[in-house]
């Protein structure tokens, strides 16, 4: 079984849905990310949290949340999901202290 | 953060050595230099990292100068698999800032 998983792999929605992407985890770590990706822009944090009870702001946070309900969940929310929203979105977990990431297969989303 | 600088692409046939090189001019005394590798659709995956000097793994090598301002990952005998997109990143080893994916660079091998 994959050490990251993402639920759901792929989702088509209309634009003013809420939307969750969910994320876990049977590596242990502490430490955990939500990415977005679009073709050639690279990766880009939206999210990310090195606790259950610490919860930190990335580069593009605007138009999203989070919760970390447990140490292996980590769950992105999109409350009114808008066209530009449309990305690859990946999960991401690393080891405290260190910073080495393990990437979860991530989730193709398309808001029409 | 220290910014990184590395090409957009590069072509390169079967068989033949790959040389990535990152430029990090302000990188820091405690910062480490690592590089991830990703295939399409797929999330990225560690390579390789280093803080000064030579590493090497199964994979690829990693070229540090004495002046650390830029790094050179070396992939020996690509082969058409290694067509990926290569991210350089600096940042602590051990902190509390998550390290920043750049654009990559989209390596391109050819049969």
């Known amino acids: 079984d994959a050490d990251v998983t993402q639920t759901p792999r792929n989702r088509i929605t209309k634009t003013g849905k809420r939307i969750m992407l969910e994320c876990s985890q049977t590596?242990?770590?502490?430490?955990m990310y939500w990415y977005r990706q679009d073709p050639g822009l690279g990766l880009r944090l939206i999210y990310y949290?090195?606790?259950?009870?610490?919860?930190n702001k990335g580069e593009i946070s605007d138009g999203y949340s989070v919760s970390r309900q447990a140490q292996a969940k980590f769950s992105l929310s999109l409350e009114s999901a808008i066209p530009n929203q449309t990305a690859l979105y990946f999960c991401?977990?690393?080891?405290?202290?260190?910073?080495?990431?393990?990437f979860g297969p991530g989730t193709r989303l398309t808001v029409l | 953060l220290a910014k990184t600088t590395q090409p957009i692409s590069m072509d390169s046939y079967e068989g033949q050595e790959v040389n990535i090189t990152c430029s990090h001019n302000?990188?820091?005394?405690?910062?480490?230099i690592t590089w991830y590798q990703q295939f399409p659709s797929q999330g990225p995956r560690f390579i390789i990292q280093g803080y000064k000097t030579k590493v090497t793994n199964e994979v690829a090598s990693l070229f540090i100068p004495a002046d650390r301002k830029s790094s050179t990952l070396s992939l020996p005998r690509v082969s058409l698999s290694d067509t990926a997109v290569y991210y350089c990143l600096v940042g602590g080893y051990s902190g509390n800032t998550p390290l920043v994916f750049g654009k990559g660079t989209r390596l391109s091998v050819i049969a």
């Open positions: 590596k242990g770590h502490d430490r």
């Open positions: 991401a977990t690393s080891p405290a202290p260190y910073n080495e990431q393990f």
């Open positions: 949290s090195f606790d259950v009870k610490d919860i």
């Open positions: 302000n990188i820091a005394t405690n910062d480490y």
